[in-house]
């Protein structure tokens, strides 16, 4: 039921087109969320956030909805493409009859690596 989720991005508003190595809709390798930092402290620490922020910042939401249609949780998360400077809208599910988890597809790359351009998706009346 991935052609009736369209991801809705709160700051994908105006979104480029797919670019890169990875086409529209290519199933990925495995989970690789995005890795960021910013704000450096100058301290020990170096910076304010850093790490793995694939589901970064908390007011993207929701990144993960229920269809009782399809008894499936869809989820999306900001992913790594392995380039610098890039941004991969990921999608999949858990389907909850089966315990399964496929890999994630691609469903945009952005020419970015800040985090805040994280997805979040919704789906629609039809399911």
Request: aromatic share 0%; hydrophobic share 35%.
């Given at each position: 039921m991935l052609e009736h989720i369209?991801?809705?991005?709160?700051a994908f508003a105006f979104s480029f087109p797919?670019?890169?190595?990875?086409?529209l809709a290519d199933q990925a390798n495995g989970y690789r969320g995005i890795w960021y930092m910013n704000q450096?402290?100058?301290?020990?620490h170096r910076y304010k956030y850093s790490g793995g922020l694939g589901t970064y910042?908390?007011?993207h939401a929701p990144i993960a909805v229920y269809s009782s249609a399809a008894d499936k949780t869809f989820f999306c998360y900001g992913g790594a493409t392995g380039k610098p400077k890039e941004l991969a809208a990921m999608v999949s599910y858990f389907d909850h009859a089966t315990?399964?988890?496929?890999?994630p597809r691609v469903v945009l790359i952005k020419p970015t690596d800040d985090a805040h351009?994280?997805?979040?998706?919704?789906?629609?009346?039809?399911?």
């Open positions: 369209s991801l809705v991005a709160i797919a670019i890169g190595s990875a086409a450096p402290t100058g301290d020990e910042p908390q007011q315990g399964l988890v496929p890999r351009e994280n997805p979040t998706l919704q789906i629609d009346e039809a399911g």
